[in-house]
């Protein structure tokens, strides 16, 4: 089992939607989450930390169950820019100091 | 515009070649980090300095050799690189490897080895 999963995707929708992405994390001593959103041919950029209780940022609302080991983003009104790749990040304190783990990544199309 | 910068943008080489790869980040970070990129991929971890004390090597083939000549900056030396290693090569710096906040990338370095 990977240490993060994704929604496979890809996600095609229409301008205006509302899309929301999961992910999964393996290891509960796992300390920090991050959405990273990445353009076709360019860096990870960050798009949001995710908090226990919960965060929102305009359009984008992110979410974290640590019971369940879950994590989620949320994007309401889609724009034709939000098109791009979503990674979940999952970051290790003490053990595994410096390691954060990607998921594979899960592709937003927005169309008009 | 990212504060990692990274350099060369583009790199090709041929296996037996030997270059090198630049980053450099003036945010005080104390961590920095190499990460390979392939197509349709998630970045996976190479190496990382800690105070500029390599504290990871992720069983990275020995053609790839990273030093950390101050706090600033890092490099990426290659040599007799395989045609399998061209990628993405992506730089990452963070406060210190104990403050699990966000890593901030550069661009990238993209390789190509003929």
């Known amino acids: 089992r990977k240490e993060v999963e994704q929604d496979p995707g890809p996600f095609n929708v229409p301008e205006g939607a509302t899309v929301a992405f999961n992910c999964t994390y393996s290891?509960?001593?796992?300390?920090?989450f991050f959405w990273y959103r990445q353009d076709c041919r360019k860096e990870p950029k960050l798009l949001m930390s995710?908090?226990?209780s919960g965060n929102e940022d305009g359009r984008f609302t992110a979410q974290l169950n640590r019971a369940s080991q879950y994590i989620s983003l949320l994007i309401r009104d889609s724009k034709l820019s939000d098109s791009a790749t979503y990674l979940c990040?999952?970051?290790?304190?003490?053990?595994?100091?410096?390691?954060?783990?990607f998921g594979d990544g899960t592709t937003l199309t927005v169309k008009p | 515009d990212t504060e990692v910068t990274q350099t060369p943008k583009h790199l090709v080489m041929g296996m037996t070649n030997k270059k090198s790869l630049k980053c450099e980040q003036h945010m005080g970070h104390r961590a920095m980090y190499w990460y390979k990129q392939k197509a349709k991929k998630p970045p996976e971890l190479m190496f990382v300095y800690s105070y500029e004390k390599l504290s990871i090597n992720e069983s990275v083939p020995s053609r790839f050799s990273p030093e950390c000549p101050n706090s600033s900056l890092l490099n990426l030396h290659l040599h007799a690189l395989q045609p399998e290693d061209s990628a993405l090569y992506l730089c990452?710096?963070?406060?210190?490897?104990?403050?699990?906040?966000?890593?901030?990338f550069g661009e990238g370095s993209r390789l190509t080895v003929l």
């Open positions: 290891n509960s001593a796992s300390q920090s």
């Open positions: 990452a710096s963070s406060q210190s490897v104990l403050n699990t906040g966000e890593l901030f």
């Open positions: 990040v999952v970051r290790f304190g003490d053990t595994n100091a410096g390691k954060s783990t």
């Open positions: 995710v908090y226990s």
